[in-house]
Nanobody, 124 residues
Framework: QVQLVESGGGLVQAGGSLRLSCAAS????????MGWFRQAPGKEREFVAS????????YYTDSVKGRFTISRDNAKNTVYLQMNSLKPEDTAVYYC?????????????????WGQGTQVTVSS
């Protein structure tokens, strides 16, 4: 079982940048696909980005393509989400979650427990 702790959220002006981190416990982190999801007030949680277990294949929802970059450092058991050119509509609580083991495709639902989330607020 992989346990996750997100960090790096905060308040930023439109056009700014933030880097989210998701630290994982568990010796098998490197074998899992990982993803970022977000939930805005009054809306359902949605997929943002995912990365395959090998760190090569990445997927993004259309609204963040070209602005967000997902990456992972398996030596540090950490997955990152670099967010540039932030918009007010990116305001949400951001969560990371594990995907299937030994998987390199996109996944739209977690295959394990959510982290506690980190708040990202983008002011206009």
């Amino acid at each position: 079982q992989v346990q996750l702790v997100e960090s790096g959220g905060g308040l930023v002006q439109a056009g700014g940048s933030l880097r989210l981190s998701c630290a994982a416990s568990g010796r098998s982190f490197s074998s899992y696909a990982m993803g970022w999801f977000r939930q805005a007030p009054g809306k359902e949680r949605e997929f943002v980005a995912s990365i395959g277990w090998g760190g090569v294949n990445t997927y993004y929802t259309d609204s963040v393509k070209g602005r967000f970059t997902i990456s992972r450092d398996n030596a540090k058991n950490t997955v990152y989400l670099q967010m540039n050119s932030l918009k007010p509509e990116d305001t949400a609580v951001y969560y990371c979650a594990p995907g299937p083991q030994w998987y390199s495709g996109r996944f739209d639902a977690p295959f394990g427990s959510w982290g506690q989330g980190t708040q990202v607020t983008v002011s206009s």
